[in-house]
T-cell receptor, first 114, second 111 residues
Framework: SAVISQKPSRDICQRGTSLTIQCQVD?????MFWYRQQPGQSLTLIAT?????????ESGFVIDKFPISRPNLTFSTLTVSNMSPEDSSIYLC???????????FGQGTRLTVV | DAKTTQPPSMDCAEGRAANLPCNHS???????VYWYRQIHSQGPQYIIH???NNETNEMASLIITEDRKSSTLILPHATLRDTAVYYC????????????FGTGTRLTIIP
């Protein structure tokens, strides 16, 4: 299994500001995934982060709004930029297990924008 | 778009078997069926997966129809801690593949 630590677990932010979410994994992984879960909704993939290359964003998500860093094989950050109340969501990072058969998720970062 | 269809909600009495259906009529030959659940305020948790044979682990059983167009997740003796949203996902192969979540089934275990 993989143990994922996300920070912060929750935050309340002012509109127009930015928040950087950290994701630390206890083992080296090739890809890390960032998801968003809007209130009462399912999870939606934001982007896939490879170490040493630019993240790959899904339709509807852009780098200027959600810049991602992946400096090494155990760590990634997602920044939510110029926040508005519509960005209020839970943000989760995920990695694939060593066996490649299951994904592991962090506990999520609950973001509220006021 | 998600390739699966699930009922939005189900109830099950504590101690009984919970049977959660999933339709995936457009599944292709190399796609697996995965089940995850999300307990309130937590990240999703892997439960089980299968290709075409029935599978069982310590958490659940997965029954896949012969034509692979549908499946059923079975929690044999549901407890209150099994109350969660259950997601049925189809994905190709192993390793570093993104997950496309549908709306899932909200399972409530009734005391």
């Amino acid at each position: 299994s993989a143990v994922i630590s996300q920070k912060p677990s929750r935050d309340i932010c002012q509109r127009g500001t930015s928040l950087t979410i950290q994701c630390q994994v206890d083992s080296q992984v090739t890809m890390m995934f960032w998801y968003r879960q809007q209130p009462g909704q399912s999870l939606t993939l934001i982007a896939t982060a490879n170490q040493g290359s630019e993240a790959t964003y899904e339709s509807g998500f852009v780098i200027d709004k959600f810049p991602i860093s992946r400096p090494n094989l155990t760590f990634s950050t997602l920044t939510v930029s110029n926040m508005s109340p519509e960005d209020s969501s839970i943000y989760l990072c995920s990695v694939e297990g060593v066996r490649g058969t299951e994904a592991f998720f962090g506990q999520g970062t609950r973001l509220t924008v006021v | 778009d998600a390739k699966t269809t699930q009922p939005p909600s189900m109830d099950c009495a504590e101690g009984r078997a919970a049977n959660l259906p999933c339709n995936h009529s457009t599944i292709s030959g190399n796609e697996y069926v995965y089940w995850y659940r999300q307990i309130h305020s937590q990240g999703p948790q892997y439960i089980i997966h299968g290709l075409k044979n029935n599978e069982t682990n310590e958490m659940a059983s997965l029954i896949i129809t012969e034509d692979r167009k549908s499946s059923t997740l079975i929690l044999p003796h549901a407890t209150l801690r099994d109350t969660a949203v259950y997601y049925c996902i189809v994905r190709e192969g192993f390793g570093n593949e993104k997950l496309t979540f549908g709306t899932g089934t909200r399972l409530t275990i009734i005391p």
